[in-house]
């Protein structure tokens, strides 16, 4: 990966103007005299697009890109199309009036003196990425007064997810880093209650966990969420309600379309008690074929 973070502090404490943003490959020349060029320590391709954004949002007004974008092309083309128009193709025709590495930014005597102080934060390192671009993507709308409906046509990296044959186990809500899942029941007795598994699409950043650990495989991907729903208020959706009753031997709830007294686990227990099952996706080791 290749960071912008020495660059976003510069950037918060100067008043840089457009930046030209340059590939380790591409030639020393950019837009126009009055731009200031950055050497990238890597490719301009791994550069995350959350940091553009952030760059954008902490002082370039102008962010040239010199060298193949990779999937930052994508991020340009979003912006393109909602009227936004300050992350553009490097143009090579003047050398530069200045230009130093990404991991060798000056800073200015008045930033020594704690003079060139700015109110604006730099972005938090312990956000997930995903987090951290819907966070800058909502600052530079808002800053450009552009309203998230504009983004109903371009997919996000959420996914929209539907499912079927869930057993309310839980597994996906624990796996899932940003509670964008969540059961809830509905008490019934001391031994039946309802489950309901819901999902925030707002919050899902798909990752794909629910969907790769899922123990009944129940999840069913439909594509990605909009950058609209990404950016919206967090709105629980319902996915499956499974009535469900509890197992009389390890007072687990399984559904009760399952039928029995007896959770699956605990019927197999019953059924053959010195029976050895192995994990189901774990690779057996060599000579074992139970």
Not at 91 to 106: G, H
Not at 128 to 144: F, G, N, Q, S, Y
Not at 219 to 247: A, D, M, Y
Request: proline content about 8%; overall charge negative.
């Amino acid at each position: 990966m290749t960071t912008l973070r020495q660059l976003h502090s510069w950037l918060r404490a100067n008043d840089p103007g457009p930046v030209a943003l340059l590939d380790p490959e591409a030639e020393e020349l950019v837009a126009g005299k009055a731009v200031t060029a950055v050497r990238l320590t890597g490719p301009l391709s791994e550069v995350p697009r959350h940091e553009i954004l952030e760059a954008l949002n902490l002082g370039a007004t102008l962010l040239y890109l010199h060298g193949d974008q990779g999937p930052l092309s994508s991020l340009v083309e979003m912006l393109t199309s909602i009227g936004i128009d300050r992350v553009q193709d490097g143009q090579p025709e003047v050398k530069p009036r200045e230009i130093f590495s990404s991991e060798d930014v000056p800073h200015a005597r008045r930033d020594l003196f704690g003079l060139g102080h700015s109110a604006l934060e730099l972005p938090d390192e312990d956000m997930l990425p995903e987090d951290r671009e819907r966070l800058a993507l909502a600052t530079l709308l808002k800053t450009e007064n552009v309203p998230s409906s504009a983004l109903a046509e371009q997919p996000s990296h959420g996914l929209s997810l539907q499912t079927a044959g869930c057993t309310a186990c839980g597994v996906c809500v624990k796996a899932c880093p940003t509670d964008a899942l969540e059961l809830t029941y509905l008490e019934l007795g001391p031994e039946r209650r309802i489950s309901t598994l819901s999902i925030y699409d707002s919050a899902c950043i798909g990752c794909r966990q629910c969907v790769d650990l899922c123990p009944e495989k129940a999840f069913t991907e439909r594509g990605h969420t909009s950058w609209e729903t990404r950016l919206g208020e967090k709105v629980k959706r319902p996915l499956e309600t499974i009535p469900t009753t509890q197992c009389e031997k390890c007072k687990t709830f399984f559904p009760l379309k399952e039928g029995g007294t007896l959770c699956k686990t605990c019927k197999a227990t019953r059924d053959n008690p010195f029976g050895i099952r192995w994990p189901e996706g774990v690779p057996k080791p060599p000579g074992f074929d139970f």
